[in-house]
């Protein structure tokens, strides 16, 4: 058995070999943290899709340092990387990552965020958060009946997405002028953060009735918060369509989020580089908006891994 055992680690050591040796090459995926879903979820479809169209895939995480982007960049260099694959660590703070991959001809395929200069990246690729925001905010409007107070938790500052999706629910709530904002704080994307923003923010307004989340991972430590709080009135929408926050949903613990496609895509992203590598075909256009869909407890069973589909 133990021969057996060296045998089968030998010839998948071989097969190893033999893919990197006929690879068309090495597709770097740089995203923030991959103890995220969401995060996770780039890694994994980009990694499968990768491999799928015949490369080598390498995935690896920024936690959203640009020093150690930079740092990761710099390694994909040195590694003759075909492509970069990047959910960046910073619409500013990843310019210079993404000029320098771009001077060694590597070409960088952008996905979930944007940096803010065009012309370096081939693509852009993000879920149409403005769409998104304005489209759960219209849910969550409706849950709390047109009226009432309430928190929003902001995500990475820094981050474009953070301030398109609040511009974009406030596009509608503020539409309506018994709904008043009484607390806005960065929960930094954070979990753990939201849970304890919002545990504070119960405390200093206990006659809030909502919270606005920029991202499911602020949501679900919101709802959590609520939870332990004994605070079932209180209306959550988040925006990424989790599965955790899908779980919420589903209990009616969360009004609702808006799903961004990150599966789709970064599918999208892997095939413009493959487009790029085989014959220099570019996207007609760099910057790229795939739509989000609203997510509440109606249609909640059709959500899983961050894909949709119709029952």
């Not at 919270?211 to 609520?226: L, V, Y």
Request: aromatic content about 8%; charged content about 20%; proline content about 2%.
């Amino acid at each position: 058995m133990k021969k057996l055992s060296v045998i089968v680690v030998a010839v998948a050591m071989i097969l190893s070999f033999a893919f990197s040796a006929f690879a068309a090459g090495t597709i770097y995926i740089i995203t923030p943290s991959a103890s995220n879903p969401f995060f996770a979820t780039e890694q994994r479809v980009g990694t499968a899709k990768a491999q799928e169209l015949g490369y080598e895939a390498k995935a690896f995480s920024h936690d959203d340092d640009a020093a150690k982007q930079l740092e990761l960049f710099e390694a994909a260099i040195s590694d003759k990387a075909v492509a970069i694959i990047c959910d960046n660590a910073g619409a500013d703070a990843s310019i210079e990552a993404v000029r320098k991959a771009v001077e060694a001809k590597i070409p960088v395929f952008l996905i979930d965020r944007e940096i803010n200069e065009t012309g370096l990246a081939i693509a852009q690729i993000v879920a149409d958060n403005a769409q998104g925001a304005a489209a759960i905010a219209e849910k969550w409007v409706e849950a709390m009946d047109y009226q009432g107070k309430y928190a929003e938790l902001l995500g990475l500052e820094s981050d474009t997405n953070c301030w398109v999706r609040s511009q974009n629910y406030h596009s509608v709530i503020d539409e309506y002028p018994d709904l008043e904002m009484v607390a806005q704080q960065s929960a930094n994307w954070s979990q753990t953060e939201g849970y304890s923003k919002t545990e504070a923010i119960l405390q200093a307004h206990p006659e809030i009735t909502g919270i606005i989340c920029g991202n499911d991972t602020m949501a679900c430590g919101a709802a959590q918060a609520c939870i332990d709080a004994k605070r079932s009135d209180i209306k959550i929408i988040g925006l990424d369509g989790s599965d955790d926050a899908a779980a919420y949903v589903a209990k009616g613990q969360m009004v609702g989020t808006a799903l961004q496609q990150i599966a789709r895509i970064t599918e999208i992203s892997i095939e413009q580089a493959d487009a790029y590598l085989k014959d220099g075909t570019k996207p007609a256009s760099e910057k790229q908006l795939v739509p989000c869909i609203a997510i509440t407890k109606d249609n909640v069973a059709n959500l899983s891994q961050f894909v949709y589909t119709e029952k």
